[in-house]
Each structure stands twice: as structure tokens, then as C-alpha cells.
């Protein structure tokens, strides 16, 4: 079976992608509107890209009158973001966040959800969000007329107490349980993981590397 992804209508791209490529991170987005009040929206259309620089990206969607929705808006005035990641506890609150509240409203009381001052950036971050990335604006890329890729600079991170071992690094799998995108309504959680090790090429073969303690 095959696609001609040249000849396809954008929309019918949308349905194979979304459907495909899972499980997706979702960002719960945190930008200032004009009049200072915080807009919170979910994002499946993101993922972390690089680490020198810290970079993360945003799939930034037109709204249903060929404009610019809030978060874009906002991101293009301010300059920066706040990448609050979902874990199964708020994930019902992030659903919330995707409802259509009208601009210079915040979508957070309505979500239980409650803001805390940023670090770096005047843009805060959710409280209830097991990690935060607080993001200054890397680049705004328009590469159609109904989407904006926000490309942004990680220059702060959060995360709830116990969560990350600060002498490591290491982050506590048995407290951290996120949530992924699938397609629609659907979403996935993350308690069925494995481990694999990668071989080393060794003697003309590979070589899966003894177990570690």
C-alpha cells in the first residue's frame, strides 16, 4: 500500500501521520496573552531536538479562520514559551486546556490548574506539571500557510520534588508516569517498558554487551 503524500489533500496527511507516529510527547504549552493573563493549550506536534543548544520544537497549527492561534501569537510578541510535560495525573486538566477559550482568558482555573513565576522567562509554568522547560524563541519558521514550526531554546528546566536525583541525574521511573498522543481522542500511558541493550560490533559480528549491575 502506498501514499503519494505530493498529491494528498493536507488533511488526509494528517490522518496517516497522527495515526502512525506514536506514541507522541505532549506539551502543555504556557504563553502570555496581551493582557498579561497565562494561556495554557496541548501540543502532540513536539518533541526535544537537540541538547548544544537545548532546542525543542513546536508544530504550531493555523485556527479554523486561516490565522494565527493564541500560543502562536503569543510566542511571535514575547519571545518565549513554557514546555509543561504531562504525566497521568494532569492529564485530564490538559484535555481541558484544549477547549476554546476566548483570547485574553486564562484556560487554567478552569482546568484546576495554578501557575508558578517562571526562573528565566516572564512566562510561567504550570504547577502541577511533573517538568517544566522554560524556552526563549530560537525561531518562528512559517513553512505554510497554516503552520508554524516555534523552535525554542531550553534555558531553565523543572521537575517535582523526588523526581530527579540531583547527585545523578537520573530520573525515578517508579514516580514519573507520562502520557502520550495516539490519534483522536486516544492516548497511551507508559507502565509497559523494556530495556535493550545496543550491540557492539566485534570480530565480524555483532555482539549484544554483558548486562550491567
Given at each position: 500500500?502506498?501514499f ?9 496527511r ?13 506539551a ?23 541538547e548544544?543548544?537545548?532546542l525543542?520544537v ?6 479554523r ?10 510566542i ?11 504525566d ?8 481541558k486546556?484544549a477547549?476554546?477559550v ?21 512566562t510561567p509554568?504550570i ?21 508554524v ?10 521537575a ?7 547527585r545523578?541525574?537520573?530520573l525515578?521511573w517508579?514516580?514519573?508516569h ?30 549484544t ?5
Open positions: 500500500m502506498h503519494d503524500f505530493e498529491s494528498m489533500p493536507p488533511r488526509d494528517y490522518k496517516l501521520l497522527t495515526a502512525t507516529v506514536v506514541p507522541r510527547p505532549i502543555l504549552v504556557t504563553t502570555l496573552n496581551e493582557n498579561g493573563s497565562v494561556n495554557a493549550a496541548p501540543f502532540s506536534f513536539f518533541n526535544v531536538f537537540s548544544d543548544p537545548a525543542v513546536l508544530g504550531l497549527e493555523g485556527d479562520e486561516g490565522g494565527y492561534k493564541h500560543t502562536t501569537r503569543n511571535f510578541r514575547t519571545g518565549e514559551f513554557t514546555v509543561n510535560l504531562v497521568e495525573a494532569i492529564a485530564e486538566a490538559m484535555v486546556c477547549a476554546r476566548p483570547q485574553g482568558r486564562s484556560e487554567l482555573p478552569h482546568a484546576g490548574l495554578t501557575e508558578t513565576a517562571a526562573m528565566k522567562i516572564d509554568r504547577s502541577e506539571a511533573p517538568v517544566s522547560l522554560e524556552c526563549r524563541s530560537h525561531d518562528m519558521l512559517k513553512v505554510s500557510a497554516t503552520r514550526l516555534a523552535i525554542g531554546d531550553v534555558v531553565a528546566m523543572h517535582r520534588d523526588g523526581l530527579i536525583d540531583p545523578t541525574g537520573r525515578d517508579e514516580q514519573y507520562p502520557v502520550g498522543r495516539l490519534y483522536a481522542n486516544g492516548y497511551i500511558r507508559t507502565h509497559d517498558r523494556f530495556d535493550m541493550a545496543i550491540p557492539e560490533f566485534a570480530d565480524g559480528a555483532l555482539r554487551p554483558a548486562a550491567k549491575d
